[in-house]
């Protein structure tokens, strides 16, 4: 099973790296060289959160039987489904991150992590563990199209019945 979102983060994450050396640009013609330094943070923090928006947004996941393989350009990971030790399933509804459709998930790690059910898995992926932290989202089947782009969406039935047949034990937290 391989799972991609939408190949709109990229230029997303294009878009945010290039404001990067803009705003340092621009921030020395309105300040002067004097603030260098502040212009050189600003424009670096713009081209940190675009890596970080491109590593959480633009993998590949491929999984199998055996585990799970997380793809992002040359960088390759294989992690077995013994080694995880979270794989759950967690909705996010009813919180501020409802804005975005896809609340219900799949979230999976090699270590035990706890998240709030306030923050999406999509967020907490991006700003705490983007490159350890995967997750897939169930397809809402929405009369209408969201905001924002497909995040690793698979049909929910179809995605549970080959995680039973691989023997995936997943807790669900959905009702709690």
Same mark, same amino acid.
């Given at each position: ?13 294009? !878009? ?8 340092f !640009? ?12 502040? /212009? ?9 959160? /675009?890596?970080?928006?491109? *590593? ?71 700003y ?18 969201? !905001? ?5 969406? !698979? ?12 023997? *995936?034990?997943?807790i ?5």
């Amino acid at each position: 099973m391989i799972i991609k979102s939408s190949k709109a983060y990229w230029g997303i994450s294009g !878009v945010i790296f290039c404001f990067g050396p803009i705003l340092f !640009v621009l921030f020395l013609l309105e300040f002067g060289f004097d603030y260098w330094i502040w /212009a050189l943070i600003i424009g670096s923090l713009f081209v940190i959160q /675009a890596v970080l928006v491109c *590593v959480t947004y633009c993998r590949t996941l491929i999984m199998d039987k055996n585990g799970c393989t997380v793809e992002f350009l040359r960088y390759k990971k294989t992690y077995k489904w013994s080694e995880l030790e979270t794989k759950r399933i967690v909705d996010s509804s009813g919180s501020w991150s409802e804005q975005m459709a896809y609340t219900t998930c799949f979230v999976f790690c090699k270590k035990k992590r706890k998240i709030s059910r306030w923050l999406h898995p999509a967020l907490y992926s991006l700003y705490f563990h983007p490159l350890s932290f995967m997750f897939v989202c169930f397809d809402p089947h929405l009369d209408f199209k969201p !905001v924002h782009e497909e995040i690793y969406l !698979v049909e929910e039935d179809e995605f549970l019945k080959k995680m039973a047949e691989w023997g *995936v034990e997943i807790i669900d937290e959905r009702n709690r």
